[in-house]
Nanobody
Framework: QLVESGGGLVQAGGSLRLSCAAS????????MGWFRQAPGRERDFVAA????????DYADSVKDRFAISKDNAKNTVYLQMNSLKPEDTALYYC?????????????????WGQGTQVTVSS
Protein backbone atom coordinates (compact mmCIF):
# COMPACT_ATOMS: atom_id res chain seq x y z
CA GLN A 1 0.00 0.00 0.00
CA LEU A 2 1.24 3.44 -0.94
CA VAL A 3 0.64 6.38 1.39
CA GLU A 4 1.27 9.97 0.32
CA SER A 5 1.89 12.89 2.65
CA GLY A 6 3.21 16.43 2.57
CA GLY A 7 0.46 18.21 0.69
CA GLY A 8 -1.04 21.47 1.85
CA LEU A 9 -1.76 25.09 1.07
CA VAL A 10 1.10 27.27 -0.10
CA GLN A 11 1.45 30.65 -1.76
CA ALA A 12 2.67 30.96 -5.32
CA GLY A 13 6.44 30.78 -5.44
CA GLY A 14 6.59 28.55 -2.40
CA SER A 15 7.76 24.98 -1.98
CA LEU A 16 6.43 21.66 -0.74
CA ARG A 17 7.92 18.19 -0.48
CA LEU A 18 5.63 15.23 -1.00
CA SER A 19 6.49 11.81 0.36
CA CYS A 20 5.20 8.40 -0.62
CA ALA A 21 5.83 5.46 1.67
CA ALA A 22 5.20 1.79 0.99
CA SER A 23 3.54 0.37 4.06
CA UNK A 24 4.08 -3.29 4.72
CA UNK A 25 6.62 -3.81 2.00
CA UNK A 26 8.97 -2.29 -0.52
CA UNK A 27 8.69 -0.68 -3.93
CA UNK A 28 11.13 -3.03 -5.46
CA UNK A 29 12.11 -3.57 -8.00
CA UNK A 30 9.80 -1.15 -9.73
CA UNK A 31 9.94 2.37 -11.01
CA MET A 32 7.86 4.96 -9.18
CA GLY A 33 5.92 7.95 -10.39
CA TRP A 34 3.87 10.95 -9.41
CA PHE A 35 0.69 11.99 -11.17
CA ARG A 36 -1.77 14.78 -10.48
CA GLN A 37 -5.41 15.41 -11.15
CA ALA A 38 -7.15 18.76 -11.01
CA PRO A 39 -10.96 19.00 -10.78
CA GLY A 40 -12.57 18.26 -14.11
CA ARG A 41 -9.32 17.12 -15.70
CA GLU A 42 -7.66 13.81 -16.43
CA ARG A 43 -4.87 12.39 -14.32
CA ASP A 44 -1.63 13.79 -15.70
CA PHE A 45 1.92 12.52 -15.49
CA VAL A 46 4.23 14.65 -13.34
CA ALA A 47 7.48 12.76 -12.76
CA ALA A 48 8.93 9.27 -12.57
CA UNK A 49 12.10 7.56 -11.42
CA UNK A 50 13.61 4.18 -12.21
CA UNK A 51 14.18 1.54 -9.56
CA UNK A 52 17.91 2.30 -9.51
CA UNK A 53 17.28 6.03 -9.40
CA UNK A 54 19.52 6.61 -12.39
CA UNK A 55 16.68 7.58 -14.74
CA UNK A 56 14.23 10.39 -14.08
CA ASP A 57 11.57 11.87 -16.29
CA TYR A 58 9.47 15.01 -15.92
CA ALA A 59 6.49 16.59 -17.57
CA ASP A 60 7.48 19.75 -19.41
CA SER A 61 5.24 21.81 -17.14
CA VAL A 62 7.27 20.94 -14.03
CA LYS A 63 10.75 20.44 -15.44
CA ASP A 64 13.35 22.58 -13.64
CA ARG A 65 10.91 23.19 -10.77
CA PHE A 66 10.18 19.71 -9.42
CA ALA A 67 12.61 16.95 -8.45
CA ILE A 68 11.81 13.29 -7.83
CA SER A 69 14.03 11.13 -5.65
CA LYS A 70 13.82 7.88 -3.72
CA ASP A 71 15.30 6.14 -0.75
CA ASN A 72 14.99 2.40 -1.29
CA ALA A 73 16.18 1.67 2.23
CA LYS A 74 13.25 3.69 3.60
CA ASN A 75 10.82 2.54 0.91
CA THR A 76 10.01 6.18 0.28
CA VAL A 77 9.74 8.33 -2.83
CA TYR A 78 9.84 12.11 -2.70
CA LEU A 79 8.68 14.94 -4.92
CA GLN A 80 10.32 18.27 -4.15
CA MET A 81 8.20 21.03 -5.64
CA ASN A 82 9.67 24.53 -5.92
CA SER A 83 8.44 27.75 -7.50
CA LEU A 84 4.88 26.51 -7.21
CA LYS A 85 2.20 28.07 -9.39
CA PRO A 86 -1.59 28.17 -9.00
CA GLU A 87 -1.85 25.79 -11.96
CA ASP A 88 0.01 23.18 -9.90
CA THR A 89 -3.07 22.89 -7.70
CA ALA A 90 -4.27 19.29 -7.82
CA LEU A 91 -4.56 16.00 -6.00
CA TYR A 92 -1.16 14.35 -6.27
CA TYR A 93 -0.88 10.58 -6.51
CA CYS A 94 2.05 8.29 -6.01
CA UNK A 95 2.20 5.12 -8.10
CA UNK A 96 4.35 2.01 -8.47
CA UNK A 97 5.11 0.88 -12.01
CA UNK A 98 5.00 -2.59 -13.53
CA UNK A 99 8.60 -2.26 -14.71
CA UNK A 100 11.96 -1.06 -13.43
CA UNK A 101 12.09 1.65 -16.10
CA UNK A 102 9.64 4.55 -15.81
CA UNK A 103 7.05 5.43 -18.38
CA UNK A 104 4.48 8.21 -18.53
CA UNK A 105 1.21 6.39 -19.04
CA UNK A 106 -0.99 5.77 -16.03
CA UNK A 107 -1.68 2.28 -17.37
CA UNK A 108 2.01 1.45 -16.86
CA UNK A 109 1.52 1.80 -13.12
CA UNK A 110 -0.02 -1.01 -11.08
CA UNK A 111 -0.45 0.40 -7.59
CA TRP A 112 -1.72 3.80 -6.49
CA GLY A 113 -1.96 5.78 -3.30
CA GLN A 114 -5.01 7.73 -2.19
CA GLY A 115 -3.51 11.10 -3.06
CA THR A 116 -2.50 14.24 -1.20
CA GLN A 117 -3.97 17.65 -1.97
CA VAL A 118 -1.73 20.51 -3.07
CA THR A 119 -3.28 23.96 -3.26
CA VAL A 120 -1.30 26.95 -4.49
CA SER A 121 -2.81 30.36 -3.89
CA SER A 122 -2.05 33.37 -6.07
Amino acid sequence: QLVESGGGLVQAGGSLRLSCAASGGSFGPYAMGWFRQAPGRERDFVAAISWSGSITDYADSVKDRFAISKDNAKNTVYLQMNSLKPEDTALYYCAAARTTIPFRRATDFASWGQGTQVTVSS
